[in-house]
C-alpha cells in the first residue's frame, strides 16, 4: 500500500488549504483513511478520519474549521482546511488503516503572517 499526499504550503492566518491524498495498492473496501499531524516538539495527533462506509471523526481543534471526504472509486481523501491558525502549523500525514495502518510521507502545513 502506498499513499501520495499533495497541498500543503505556507498561508496566512484565516485563509484555506485543501490536502489531497491517493492510496495505491492492495486497498481494502473496509478501511479508515484519515489525516494526522505533528507540529514540532510534540506527539502526532489525529485530525480527521473517515470510513470507507462515510463514518467521519474530527478532533475538536478543527471542528467547524476543517471538512474530510473521500471517493472510494479511486481511494481519494480530501482535506478542505478553512480559517486557518498558527497552531495548525504541523506536518500533516495521511493514513490508511485495514488488516496493518500505512503512513504517506507528510505534507508540510505552515500558517503564518
Known amino acids: 500500500v502506498q499513499l501520495q499526499a499533495s497541498g500543503g504550503g505556507l498561508v496566512q492566518p484565516g485563509g484555506s488549504l485543501r490536502l489531497s491524498c491517493a492510496a495505491s495498492?492492495?486497498?481494502?473496501?473496509?478501511?479508515?483513511m484519515g489525516w494526522f499531524r505533528q507540529a514540532p516538539g510534540k506527539r502526532r495527533e489525529l485530525v480527521a478520519t473517515i470510513t470507507s462506509t462515510g463514518n467521519i471523526n474530527y478532533a475538536d481543534s478543527v471542528k467547524g474549521r476543517f471538512t474530510i471526504s473521500r471517493d472510494n472509486a479511486d481511494n481519494t481523501i480530501l482535506l478542505q482546511m478553512s480559517s486557518l491558525k498558527p497552531e495548525d502549523t504541523a506536518v500533516y500525514y495521511c493514513s490508511i488503516a485495514q488488516t496493518l495502518q500505512y503512513w504517506g510521507q507528510g505534507t508540510q502545513v505552515t500558517v503564518s503572517s
Open positions: 495498492g492492495s486497498i481494502s473496501k473496509i478501511n479508515v
